[in-house]
């Protein structure tokens, strides 16, 4: 069976940063594409970043490039997402998911999520 | 950017059809997946590649794709379907995953 289990997440001022881990279990991880998708509170889903199952590619949503980083360990099954210089619209419940494939297309399953409140 | 646009809501009668639509230019050269999200709960896939359902969903869920519309259709409706849906693409253009705004189906 498929799990991610997300971690990381919590309370930050603004201007801070925060990491957050998504542990992978049940399938090859290195084989698949992983993605960040967050939702603010009482709002839709808002695709953030993906990276390659090898890690070479990595993709952002404008509204968090050059602030977040997305990185694997495919030694440790785990997934990364450096977020620096948050800002209170980066408040949101953080999702990691599995991709269909090598590259992003579908997610599939989802985590159960991890909170950010970036609040001072 | 690439843009898909959902109704807010669409309301159905238990046994009968709902139809949940999601516009975007040219959608029906992309592929285009489906979510269910059930409060206080992860999304889950219900359709993918436009008519694909993955193992464990209802049959009762199926999915279209063509021109600048694509429609998730829900047959004989539960009312344990109640629940937001989104629609998704990956926008091969721009290398960005695009949500739908979401649609609320209530269940009468």
């Known amino acids: 069976e498929v799990q991610l289990v997300e971690s990381g997440g919590g309370l930050v001022q603004p201007g801070g940063s925060l990491r957050l881990s998504c542990a992978a279990s049940?399938?090859?991880?290195?084989?698949?594409?992983m993605s960040w998708v967050r939702q603010a509170p009482g709002k839709g889903l808002e695709w953030v970043s993906a990276?390659?199952?090898?890690?070479?590619?990595?993709y952002y949503a404008d509204s968090v490039k050059g602030r977040f980083t997305i990185s694997r360990d495919n030694s440790k099954n785990t997934l990364y997402l450096q977020m620096n210089s948050l800002r209170a619209e980066d408040t949101a419940v953080y999702y990691c998911?599995?991709?269909?494939?090598?590259?992003?297309?579908?997610?599939?399953?989802w985590g159960q999520g991890t909170l950010v409140t970036v609040s001072s | 950017s690439y843009v898909l646009t959902q109704p807010p809501s669409v309301s159905v009668a238990p046994g009968k059809t709902a139809r949940i639509t999601c516009g975007g230019n040219?959608?029906?050269?992309?592929?285009v997946h489906w979510y269910q999200q059930k409060p206080g709960q992860a999304p889950v896939l219900v359709i993918y590649?436009?008519?694909d359902r993955p193992s464990g969903i209802p049959e009762r869920f199926s999915g279209s794709n063509s021109g600048n519309t694509a429609t998730l259709t829900i047959s004989r409706v539960e009312a344990g379907d109640e629940a937001d849906y989104y629609c998704?693409?990956?926008?091969?253009?721009?290398?960005?995953?695009?949500f739908g705004g979401g649609t609320k189906l209530t269940v009468l």
């Open positions: 998911a599995k991709c269909g494939y090598q590259l992003p297309n579908w997610f599939d399953p």
């Open positions: 049940g399938f090859t991880f290195s084989s698949y594409a």
């Open positions: 990276i390659s199952g090898s890690g070479g590619s990595t």
């Open positions: 040219n959608i029906g050269s992309k592929s």
């Open positions: 590649y436009d008519s």
């Open positions: 998704q693409v990956w926008d091969s253009s721009s290398d960005r995953g695009v």
